[in-house]
């Protein structure tokens, strides 16, 4: 398999990184603030923590979308057909 658009390649790496790293950080806080409401301190109930708790679910959304396009700059950077098209 040969690499067709190094640039794409490469950028597709960057934006996959920043998406796993993203993920890896938000999701264990997630499951923190989800199971004090399970061990009787509900913290999801006090304004200020659910707009925390909301804030992390919306950023672990974004991690996800930059995970799936990095995945996919990935796969268009063997494809023939974008060789040159973004220099």
Partial sequence: ???KNQ????VGIIVLILG???IIFDYPQ????EN???S???Y???PEQFSIYQRLQIEITVGIGLFIAGIGL???SFLKRFENRFR
């Fill in 74 to 76: 990935l796969a268009v």
């Fill in 7 to 10: 640039t794409l390649f490469f």
């Fill in 20 to 22: 796993i790293l993203i």
């Fill in 30 to 33: 997630i499951q923190y603030l």
């Fill in 40 to 42: 009787g301190t509900n």
């Fill in 36 to 38: 004090q409401e399970v």
């Fill in 1 to 3: 398999m040969e690499i």
């Fill in 44 to 46: 999801l109930k006090d």
